[in-house]
C-alpha cells in the first residue's frame, strides 16, 4: 500500500486527501521512503524530510478544516534552480556551494501557499545549461528508463533531468521544472511524462536562479496533463517582483479540460520533418496527426520558414544574457570564493573564483556570451540574432492569424541516449537536441509535451503541442484530447 | 522666458610655448535623484546608514532577483529635463554596461545607453552680469549608482558597503561647449542650481550627490568655431576624461593642470592619447587611471529583465505644467519687477529658498532696492556670522518687512535699524513695537528739535560765537542735539534747525 | 571568423575565468565549432526587420516611490564568504 501512493497522480491523491482516504503526512513519508530508496537515481540531490513532514502535517489540518486547494498536502520536489528559503539552492553549481537563500521564489511561495508539500531539491543541469544532466555539480541524474534489458544508464535528459526522473520513478507526486531551450519538455519526452512550458510572463521569475531572462518560464513536470494543468494553476500569475510577468488573470486550467476539440486547428509544420530524423519519430508524429483529426480536429500543413535558424539564434541570445546574468557569481557575496595566493589581488579572485565554481559547459557559455556581445560583434550576432527572433516569432503569428490552433511537433529528435555517450562530440551536437523545442521559447509562446509512445527499445517517446499565447487552457485541452487517444501507461521497471 | 540679453564670454587661452592655445571642455554630470527608495529596488536612499543596511536582495543582487523600476526616478528625470528644455523621449529603455567591480553586485550597471529618456536641451551659465555661455545639453539618461569600497580600513582588504548600489542618477550629459576652468565651474553651479529648484537632486557635492567627469580637449583658435559649423569633432584636440570630480575647486584646478599638461604633450610633438584620468588633488596633477580594464568592453546590451519604458504625453505635460519658476525667468523677473540690479537678482535667485524668501519681504515692504540689501547684506551677513541658512533664520520675513518699512517712514534712522535688526534677529518680537518701546524712533517733531537746539544755545554762549565765525562748528551743534536726544532726532531736521538758529 | 588562441584569451579575461594557456586552443576550437554553427543566422534575410524587445509586449510595471525593503545587514552578509564589521571583504583593490 504505501509503496503504491507514490504512483499516484495528484488529481488522484487530491481526491484521496479530500475524501479523507489518506493523509498528506502518508503521502509524504511514502514519497520520502521512495526518495531514500532511490539514490542510484541521484534526482534529488538535497532532501528535507523535516520541512516535508512540517508542510505535511500543516496540510492535513486545512484539509481537515475543509480549506484545500488542489495542491494541499501534495508531495512535490523542487528543482535546484528555484531558491528555497533556507533550503540549499546552488543551481547545480559548485560556484553556489553552501548558498541557502533568505528569500523564496515566487512560484514556490505561491504553490506552498496552496499546502503543496516540498521533498526537496532536484537534480539538473548547472545552471539550466545542458541537455542530458550532465553538467551537474551533483553528478548526473540517472533516467529510470532503460533499454530493454540492457542495464546502460540513460540520460533523463536535461536541464530539469532530476525533475524528469522523480516523476518517471514515481518518487514525487509532480515537480517544477524550468525551460529556457526545451529544459520541461525534452527531460518529460526522455521519461515518459507531461510537462509544460507556459507563454513568457506566465510564471513569475522571481527568486528562480536566471539562466537566460528573455526565454526562462518555469513549468510543471507530472504524471499526465491533468496534473499539469493543477500544478501549473498555482504556479501562474501576475508577480508585481517581476517586470516581465503578465499581469493577466489565470483560467481555471483543470475545467478547461474537456476533451472536445472539434473544430480546432492543427498544423503540421513542414520544417520539423529533419535530415536523419528515427523513422520511429517520423511515424508517432504521423500517429499522432491521425489521432488529433479522429477526435475531430482539422488538420493543416503550415510552414514556420525560420525554423532552421532558430538553435543558431538562441545560440547568441541565451549565452549572451547568461555570461551577463551570471556576472554577479564573482565570490564577494555568496557561494564560493577561491583560496588565494601570496599577491593575488581582487582581478585573481574573480578569475580563480569563477574558473572553479563554473563547470565547462556554463564557462563555454559564458565566453561565448561575452564574445557576441564585444566590441563589434554586437550587431553581426546579436543584433542579427534578435533580428531573426523576430522573424521566428512572425513564422508563429502569421500561421495563428490563418487560423491555427495549436501546432503538433515531436518533442525530440530521439529517444533517451546513454550517459557519456555525447561526451567525445563537440558542444553542437548537444544543442541540437533542442532543436524541436527552442522556437517555442524564442517566441515566448507555451509547449507541452506529452508521452504517446514507445521505441524499439522499449524508451518512451513523445509530441509537442504549440499553443497562441496565453492559451495555455486550451493548449492543454488539446494535450488532454492527444492524451487520451494515446493511451500512454508504461512505467519504467523499478531496477534501482 | 528669459529677456535678458547677454553676451558670450571669451574663451580661456593659455599661451604655450610656441602658440596659443583654447580650451574645449564637455561634461558629465552624475546627479542622484531626490528620491526615497531606490531605482529598483524598496530599500532606502538615506545617506551615512550602518553600512548594508540600505540593502535589498535585489540590490545585492541575490540570485533570482529582478529589478521593478520606480517611477517617482522616471518623474524626476523627466522633470529635470523639462528644467533643462530638453525633448522627452516617450520611449526609452534599460542596457546593462557590463564590468567587474566588487562594489557593482550585480556585474553590470542598468543604464540607458541606446535609448535615453531625455534628449538634447541646454543650460545658460552666467559668468558675470550680461556675460553668459549656453551650453547644449546632449542627453540625460536614468541609471543606477554603484556601492561604494573603502580601501583604507585594512592594508591587505578593501570593504564593500551596498548601501548606495542602485540608488537612482541622472547623467547629464554636455555637449563641449564650455570654453574654460572658470566656465566649468560656473556651469556645474548653474546645473546645481537648477536640480535644486527642480528638487530632483540635493545637490550635496560633498556627499557624491552631484559629481562630475570632464572631458578636457584643447585646440588652436579658430578651430571651435569650425567645430561648431560642422559638429565634426576631428576639428578638436583628443580628450582626456577626468573621472568623479566632486568639488567645484578641484574640477577647475584640474582642467588648469590637464591643458597644459596636453598643450606640452602636443607642442613637444606628441599626440595626447584618449583615456580616463584620475585628479590628485594633494599633488594638483592628473594620472592615467592604470587601465584597470584593458580596452573597455562594457559589452552593453538591453536588459532582459526589463521592458521599453513607455511614457504618455499627457504625464509630461502634467509633470511641465508643475515645474516651478526656474533661476533663469525669476532673475529677469526680479529685475524687471522689483528693479533689481542683475548682480543682486543673481544673488537673490541663487537658492530658490533665497529668493522666496526675499519675495516675501519685498512684496511686504514694498520697496525692492531696500528690501535686496537689507536681504543681501544685514540678513545673509548676520546669518553667515553664525553659519546659518536662510532656513534657520531667527528674523522672519515679516519682520524684515516691518524693520523696512519703519526706515522707508523715516520713522528710525538707518543706524537705529541696525541696532533694531539685532535685537529681532536675537530676541524676536514686532520691530515697530520694539521702536516703540525702546524709544528708537526718530524725533521729526521740529517743535522738540527747536526747544533741544535753544536749550543748547542757551548753555553755551562761546561755542555760538566761535561757529558764527566759523560755520564748521555747527556741526559740534548737532552733535549735542543728537546726544541729548537719545540719537532719535532725525539728523536732518536738526542739520536745518541748528543752522538756522544760529543764523548760519 | 576564425579565433585564435589570443582572442580565446582575451575573451576568458573579459568574463573573469582563468583558464590556463595550454587549455586556450581547445577553447578556442571549441568557440570556432560554436560560432561556426552561429554563423548560418548570415543566411537570413533580416533587412528592415526590428530586433525583437519583448517578447511578450506590455506595458512596463512600475513602483512607488517608498521604502519597502532592506534594513537587514544580518541577512544580507549571511551568506557572505568574507563579511567583517557590516562589509563584505575582498582583497585589496588597487585604483
Known sequence: MMSDLTKLKISEARDALRKGDVTSVELTEACLDAIAGAKALNAFVHDTPEIAREMAKAADARIKAGDAPSLCGIPLGI?????????????????????????????????????????????????????????????????????????????????????????????????????????????????????????????????????????????????????????????????????????????????????????????????????????????????????????????????????????????????????????????????????????????????????????????????????????????????????????????????????????????????????????????????????????????????????????????????????????????????YALEQSAGFVSKPAKWW | MLDLTYDTPKPKVIAGAKHDWELVIGMEVHAQVASQAKLFSGASTKFGAEPNSNVSFVDAAMPGMLP?????????????????????????????????????????????????????????????????????????????????????????????????????????????????????????????????????????????????????????????????????????????????????????????????????????GGKVDQETRLYDPDKNETRSMRSKEEAHDYRYFPCPDLLPLEIEQAWVDDIAASLPELPDEKKARFVKDFGLSEYDANVLTAEVVNAAYFEQVVTQADDGKLSANWVINELFGRLKKDDCDITDSPVSPAQLAGIIKLIKADTISGKMAKDLFEIVYTEGGNPEEIAEARGMKQVTDTGAIETAVDEIIAANPAQVEKAKQNPKLAGWFVGQVMKATGGKANPKAVNDIVAAKLGL | MSIDKETAAKVAKLARIKVEDDALPALAQEFNDILGFIEQLNEVDVDGVEPMVSVTPMRLKRRTDGVTDGNMQDKVLKNAPDAREGFFAVPKVVE
Open chain 2, 68 to 268: 521593478v523600476i520606480n517611477e517617482y526616478c522616471i518623474e524626476q528625470a523627466v522633470r529635470t529635463g523639462l528644467g533643462l528644455k530638453a525633448e522627452i523621449n516617450l520611449t526609452s529603455a534599460f542596457d546593462r554596461k557590463n564590468y567587474f567591480y566588487p562594489d557593482l553586485p550585480q556585474g553590470y550597471q542598468i543604464s540607458q545607453l541606446y535609448h535615453p529618456l531625455v534628449g538634447e536641451g541646454e543650460i545658460i551659465v552666467d559668468m558675470e552680469p550680461g556675460i553668459a555661455r549656453k551650453v547644449r545639453i546632449e542627453r540625460i539618461h536614468v541609471e543606477q549608482d554603484a556601492g561604494k569600497s573603502i580601501h583604507d580600513m585594512d592594508p591587505h582588504m578593501s570593504f564593500v558597503d551596498l548601501n548606495r548600489t542602485g540608488v537612482a542618477l541622472m547623467e547629464i550629459v554636455s555637449r563641449p561647449d564650455i570654453r574654460g576652468p572658470e566656465e566649468a565651474a560656473a556651469y556645474i553651479a548653474k546645473l546645481r542650481q537648477i536640480l535644486r529648484y527642480l528638487g530632483t537632486c540635493d545637490g550635496n557635492m560633498q556627499n557624491g550627490n552631484l559629481r562630475a567627469d570632464v572631458n578636457v580637449s584643447i585646440c588652436r583658435p579658430g578651430q571651435y568655431e569650425k567645430y561648431m559649423e560642422t559638429q565634426d569633432f576631428s576639428h578638436l584636440g583628443t580628450r582626456c576624461e577626468i573621472k568623479n570630480m566632486n568639488s567645484m575647486r578641484f574640477i577647475q584646478m584640474a582642467i588648469e593642470y590637464e591643458a597644459r599638461r596636453q598643450i606640452q604633450i602636443v607642442e613637444g
Open chain 1, 79 to 479: 528543482k535546484d534552480l528555484f531558491c528555497t528559503k533556507g533550503v540549499a539552492s546552488q543551481a547545480a553549481s559548485n560556484i553556489l556551494g553552501g548558498f541557502k537563500p533568505e528569500y523564496e521564489s515566487t512560484v514556490t511561495t505561491q504553490m506552498f501557499n496552496d499546502g503543496a508539500v516540498m521533498l526537496g531539491k532536484l537534480n539538473m543541469d548547472e545552471f539550466a545549461m545542458g541537455s542530458s544532466n550532465e553538467t551537474s555539480a551533483y553528478g548526473n541524474a540517472v533516467n529510470p528508463w532503460r533499454r530493454g534489458n540492457d542495464d546502460a544508464a540513460l540520460t533523463p535528459g536535461g536541464s530539469s533531468g532530476g525533475s524528469a526522473a522523480a516523476v518517471a520513478a514515481d518518487l514525487c507526486l509532480g515537480a517544477t521544472g524550468t525551460d529556457t531551450g526545451g529544459s520541461i519538455r525534452q527531460p518529460a519526452a526522455f521519461t515518459g511524462i507531461t510537462g509544460i512550458k507556459p507563454t513568457y510572463g506566465r510564471c513569475s521569475r522571481w527568486g528562480i536562479i536566471a539562466f537566460a531572462s528573455s526565454l526562462d518560464q518555469a513549468g510543471p513536470m507530472t504524471k499526465d496533463v491533468r496534473d499539469a494543468a493543477i500544478m501549473l494553476q498555482s504556479m501562474c500569475g501576475h508577480d508585481p517582483k517581476d517586470s516581465t510577468s503578465a499581469d493577466l488573470v489565470v483560467p481555471d486550467f483543470e475545467a478547461m479540460l474537456t476533451g472536445d476539440i472539434r473544430g480546432k486547428t492543427i498544423g503540421i509544420p513542414k520544417e520539423y520533418h529533419m535530415d536523419g530524423m528515427p523513422e520511429e519519430i517520423e511515424a508517432l508524429w504521423a500517429e499522432g496527426r491521425k489521432m488529433l483529426q479522429d477526435a475531430g480536429a482539422k488538420i493543416v500543413d503550415i510552414s514556420l520558414p525560420h525554423t532552421k535558424y532558430a538553435l543558431p539564434a538562441y545560440y547568441v541570445i541565451a549565452p549572451a544574457e547568461a555570461s551577463s546574468n551570471l556576472a554577479r557569481y564573482d565570490g564577494v557575496r555568496y557561494g564560493h570564493r577561491a583560496k588565494l595566493g601570496q599577491g593575488d589581488g581582487i582581478t585573481e579572485m574573480y578569475e580563480k573564483t569563477r574558473a572553479e565554481g563554473f563547470g565547462p559547459e556554463v564557462q563555454r557559455r559564458i565566453m561565448i556570451g561575452t564574445y557576441v556581445l564585444s566590441a563589434g560583434f554586437y550587431d553581426a550576432y546579436y543584433n542579427r540574432a534578435r533580428k531573426v527572433r523576430t522573424l521566428i516569432k512572425k513564422d508563429f503569428e502569421d500561421v495563428f492569424a490563418a487560423g491555427v490552433d495549436a501546432i503538433l511537433t515531436p518533442a525530440t529528435p530521439s529517444a533517451a541516449f546513454g550517459l557519456g555517450e555525447m561526451k567525445d562530440a563537440d558542444p553542437v551536437k548537444m544543442y541540437l537536441n533542442d532543436v524541436f523545442t527552442v522556437t517555442v521559447n524564442l517566441a515566448g509562446l507555451p509547449g507541452i509535451a506529452i508521452p504517446t509512445g514507445l521505441d524499439k527499445q522499449g524508451l518512451p517517446l513523445g509530441l509537442q503541442l504549440i499553443g497562441r499565447p496565453w492559451e495555455e487552457g486550451d493548449l492543454l485541452n488539446t494535450a
